[in-house]
């Protein structure tokens, strides 16, 4: 798929914005375009996050239809971090082009909240953790190139090192503490991590006990992004057996963002977190 037609979560962040607007001024897609002077067809593609825009052209529409200043900076912020190149540009030859729109949105977050129920979140993961992990989903690759994988996970996790660093916020299930990759020096020094790492002032670290009944709607693993200082987009990533998803509705995304504080109020709070973690380092 060509740069110009490549659909992002950001240019169908933009599309979605500019189609209400257009709706909520009146217009067709017809009448609009005679407004935007541009054709019907080519606004149906931006409605529907397939068509680059310029930054220019975009802040015209955007004044035409007499946007807000805070909704336009929003827009225009949108506009030109789907436009930066980023580290992950190194990967292009390695990951979809939708896994690179992932990091890209995760590296532009200024909060994630994390729910997992099987493994050390990506973002906390030791190197020799994330190389046991990577190596079991794709057996048959060289070492080569689980040790590029492996680069990939862990250049995420700049995220929570730069200033202004990003907040983390976790909740991980017990199962997932106890649960042996790469044997018991892995875990340990996988479980020391996650302890030194909960300290951290941009970080909170929940446990959930096995044995508390989270409820039916704990479904498992996900992440939420809020895009931007002070947020602009809001995004759940999720995985599953087929692939990847990104969730982008409003509605879906504060029931996820829900969904996370209920299970968080059933956890451990953070002191007691470490403890059931040093807990099972003593144990292995």
Do not use: C
């Amino acid at each position: 798929m060509s740069e110009a037609t490549l659909s992002t979560t950001r240019r169908r962040k933009i599309g979605r914005v500019l189609r209400r607007l257009r709706e909520e001024s009146g217009y067709t897609l017809k009448t609009a375009g005679k407004h935007l002077e541009r054709s019907p067809s080519s606004l149906s593609q931006i409605e529907n996050g397939v068509q680059w825009l310029r930054l220019r052209d975009l802040g015209f529409i955007l004044d035409r239809y007499n946007v807000p200043t805070d909704l336009r900076a929003a827009m225009m912020t949108l506009a030109e971090q789907d436009r930066q190149p980023g580290w992950w540009d190194d990967y292009k030859d390695l990951v979809t082009p939708e896994a690179l729109d992932r990091v890209s949105l995760e590296d532009s977050a200024s909060g994630v909240i994390i729910t997992e129920t099987t493994f050390i979140p990506g973002l906390l993961q030791t190197e020799e953790y994330a190389r046991t992990v990577i190596r079991g989903i794709t057996p048959r690759h060289p070492a080569t190139v689980i040790d590029r994988f492996v680069e990939f996970r862990l250049m995420r996790q700049r995220i929570l090192d730069r200033l202004p660093a990003t907040n983390l916020g976790v909740v991980l299930d017990e199962a997932a503490l106890r649960r042996m990759r790469g044997g018991r020096q892995v875990m340990r020094s996988q479980l020391r991590r996650l302890v030194n790492q909960s300290e951290r002032e941009n970080m909170q670290l929940n446990v959930l006990p096995l044995a508390v009944d989270a409820g039916s709607d704990y479904a498992g693993q996900f992440e939420l992004l809020d895009v931007g200082r002070p947020s602009i987009l809001t995004v759940v990533l999720t995985e599953h057996l087929a692939g990847q998803a990104i969730i982008e509705s409003t509605q879906e995304t504060v029931h996820y963002r829900e969904t996370f504080e209920r299970i968080r109020s059933l956890s451990l709070h953070e002191t007691a977190s470490r403890d059931l973690i040093n807990q099972i380092i003593s144990e292995l």
